[in-house]
């Protein structure tokens, strides 16, 4: 009865049913109570799945466990029940051997008894507000445990103890906790670990070696942790490694140099310390898809064998130390789709054949099939990842894409870098693309008339360049453009009309340019006169020049009693010269004396 319609509540008759085996009466909008008649009625139940819909209230069980004996799949997951999880459980319902209670509103801690459940395969309890330690008893008794899913509750401690037998794991996934210590030795007991996710937690430590000796792996995801030290050499050990995400981590030394497997799809190792060139190991990675190594502090030159990544869509390198020119083997990409080179030192011009496109036709579930295989899918399609998000900047906002999003999202980034030359015109041709930046660097030029191309433009930002010219006024057909920016260029002319979203668009998105004109700025038809001269009356003023006389005789008593008080300052403060000074005075009275005496005499 699956998707058969909004029921609103569980249909009468199936109160008369007392021989079911299997009861599939997911997606239909149930409401009211868990349904515990069901499971003391039909004794025969193996299977009872009420997945995706309205019910509430707690969690009931049996009060005699030889009613739900045969009870082997159970679940209730994506409803709104809450409460704590029973702690009898286990008692109740020996022989699950799949439980799944996820995306519900539970609280308290998983009850010891799940330990009892000695056919349990796969349980997960993940997106509810669960909390405490996961009990010794489960990681104990569980020994044919295959898949554990403990995701996003507020669980916390270490994440397993020394004692340990759940040996048979193939899918671990313990992210957004707060799980804390370092990644327990015990997990290296289980050869066939295919998954591992310990994402958005505390843990710390370095990563352990061990890890490249499970053979199986798919895939690591440990980002969002406090881990340390390098990314160990076994790693090159994984030659099935398909997805390895250690962001936002305080992992150091240099990428190592046989970095690389053959079948790895998915590269997330951004908000590091990593330091060193980038490896050319990675261009052996024929099916790369994803490679994020934004935010370390990598140096040297983007290798021009990138274009043996013939997979590659997303490659996002900002806020690194590289340098050198942007390689024009880029070009040959087919599938890029994202592009971040900003906060480098890059310089030298924009390619000019660079091209995007959009990965509209992805299938997921395709693409999960191509990743892990046939029958790993079937047992595990809902727990695995095909990708991590991928960060891009837009509208100066840091986004994280993700699944079907992201296939749709387009845009290149090379702000903030020392490129020069022409913005080339080729550019326009990119009519899919979302968004564009340009900003912070040193290009000249003016705005290709080609960007009136640009369809679906949603951030266009070339700002802080040295572009000249008009704007296009072509430009106010991007309807779906909504950030703009060409300040602080040396742009003339007139404004692009402000008409649909240039309507928007205040003077801060002008601002910078003295020569453009029109709204928001100051109108074009604004013109300063020149300074006229005014006449005065010509009574008072003088006949051989433009002096004012006035000034003249203040600026002359003024000087002459700056030197008098120069001249009494230095006496002051000079004995030597202050007693010359007096000398050369009485020299002075004495020769008119005698001068004046001498003239007397002689009349």
């Known amino acids: 009865m699956s998707g058969c319609g ?90 699950l051997e799949g439980l799944y209670i996820s995306e519900n509103s539970l609280t308290g801690s998983i009850p010891p008894s799940i330990g009892d459940m000695k056919s349990l395969l796969s349980l997960d309890l993940s997106h509810n507000n669960l909390s405490g330690e996961i009990p010794k008893k489960l990681t104990m008794g569980c020994s044919s445990l295959i898949s554990l899913i403990l995701s996003n509750n507020n669980l916390q401690g270490q994440i397993f103890s020394e004692k340990f037998s759940l040996f048979q794991l ?78 936002n981590n305080n992992i150091s030394g240099r990428l190592p140099s046989c970095f690389g497997p053959g079948y790895i799809i998915h590269v997330h190792l951004s908000k590091n310390r990593l330091e060193g060139s980038l490896t050319t190991q990675f261009c052996k990675s024929s099916s790369l898809v994803t490679l994020d190594l934004s935010d370390n502090q990598l140096s040297g030159n983007i290798p021009d064998c990138i274009n043996m990544l013939g997979e590659l869509s997303y490659l996002i390198l900002k806020n690194n130390n590289l340098e050198g020119k942007i390689p024009f083997q880029l070009c040959t990409l087919q599938k890029l789709s994202l592009i971040d080179l900003s906060q480098n030192h890059l310089s030298g011009h924009i390619p000019s054949c660079l091209n995007l496109t959009t990965n509209e036709l992805y299938n997921e579930d395709n693409q999960v099939l191509l990743i892990y295989g046939l029958l790993f899918t079937l ?16 509208k100066y906002m840091a986004y994280s894409y993700k699944g079907r999003l992201l296939t749709y999202m387009s845009g290149i980034d090379l702000s903030c870098n020392k490129l020069t030359g022409e913005i080339p015109y080729e550019i326009g041709h990119l009519s899919k693309i979302h968004v564009l930046n ?12 080609t960007f009136s191309n640009l369809e679906q433009i949603e951030s266009l930002d070339l700002s802080y360049n040295n572009l000249s010219g008009e704007i296009p006024p072509e430009l106010v057909d991007l309807y779906f453009l909504s950030t703009f920016s060409v300040a602080y260029n040396n742009l003339s002319g007139k404004t692009p009309a402000r008409i649909r979203q240039f309507a928007t668009f205040n003077g801060s998105c002008y601002q910078g340019n003295p020569l453009l004109c029109g709204e928001p700025l100051k109108s074009c038809s604004t013109t300063s006169p020149p300074p006229m001269i005014q006449e005065g009356p010509t009574k008072g003023r003088e006949d051989d020049g433009f002096i004012d006389m006035g000034v003249f005789y203040v600026s002359l008593i003024v000087s002459y009693i700056m030197v008098l008080m120069t001249i009494a300052a230095v006496l002051y403060i000079n004995p030597y010269w202050r007693r010359a000074w007096f000398y050369y005075i009485e020299m002075c009275f004495t020769s008119s004396y005698y001068f004046i005496v001498d003239h007397l005499s002689k009349a």
């Open 379 to 394: 047992l595990f399609k809902d727990t695995l990842s095909v990708g991590e998000p991928v960060p891009f900047t837009t």
């Open 170 to 247: 193939v899918v671990l996934q313990l992210n957004g906790n707060h799980f804390s210590g370092s990644i327990p030795k015990s997990l290296s007991n289980c050869p066939h670990l295919a998954s591992i996710d310990f994402s958005n937690n505390n843990l710390s430590g370095r990563i352990p070696s061990w890890m490249g000796n499970i053979s199986y792996m798919r895939e690591i995801i440990m980002s969002n942790n406090g881990l340390e030290g390098p990314i160990p050499i076994d790693f090159c050990q994984l030659q099935f490694l398909l997805i390895l995400d250690l962001s």
């Open 438 to 449: 340009l900003s912070h660097n040193f290009l000249v030029g003016g705005i290709p008339s």
């Open 6 to 95: 909004d029921c609103g509540a569980i249909p009468n008759f199936l109160y008369s049913q007392h021989d079911l085996e299997y009861l599939d009466l997911s997606h239909l909008n149930l409401t009211g109570e868990f349904p515990i008649w069901l499971l003391e009625n039909n004794t025969r139940l193996k299977t009872l799945s009420l997945v995706n819909n309205s019910l509430s209230g707690p969690i009931k069980l049996p009060a005699h466990s030889h009613m739900s004996m045969s009870l082997k799949d159970l679940d209730i997951s994506k409803n709104f029940l809450d409460g704590h999880i029973p702690m009898e459980i286990g008692a109740s319902l020996p022989s």
